[in-house]
């Protein structure tokens, strides 16, 4: 009996550790928030992706007289590898174009973006395998390490 409670503790243990980051990736930004936007979208529009909006939620808070810091969102994407997510199930719409969160917190900039397998996968059309899982994450994981510390 210690046993099976023994392998019940490490198993949910596991799966909390597991579940903690919720599918986001974290990472240490080398420069400023704004720097770090202004090289992502450099990077991205030279290797030919769409930059669709720039959100300054700082800028937005300062505009109603509150203060969250330095926090950037950058859409941006290629139709090429999104339609077919939206063609395997039109609910991926909600998460595409893809996204990455510049923000300032407690005097260190980070950068964060949801790993796209855990973003579409539960939808249930789309593939774990899909080729364009596999695109999406190595673009994220790029352009993203390439600003990162």
Same mark, same amino acid.
């Given at each position: ?30 420069? %400023? ?14 290797? %030919? ?57 407690? %005097? ?16 249930? %059309? ?24």
């Amino acid at each position: 009996m210690r046993l099976f409670a023994t392998i019940g503790f490490i198993l949910a243990m596991t799966g909390a550790a597991m579940a903690g980051d919720n599918g986001i990736e974290r990472k240490k930004a080398a420069a %400023g928030v704004a720097e770090t936007v202004d090289q992502l979208v450099a990077a991205m529009e030279g290797a %030919g992706l769409k930059i669709f909006a720039r959100v300054d939620h700082g800028a937005g808070a300062q505009s109603i007289g509150e203060d969250i810091g330095a926090s950037q969102l950058l859409i941006f994407g290629n139709p090429k590898v999104g339609t077919p997510a939206i063609k395997d199930d039109p609910v991926s719409g909600l998460f595409l174009p893809l996204k990455v969160l510049v923000y300032e917190d407690g %005097g260190q900039t980070w950068i964060a973006y949801q790993k796209p397998a855990d973003m579409l996968g539960p939808l249930g %059309g789309v593939a774990e395998d899909a080729p364009y899982i596999n695109v999406m994450t190595g673009a994220l994981g790029k352009f993203t390490d390439a600003v990162a510390e």
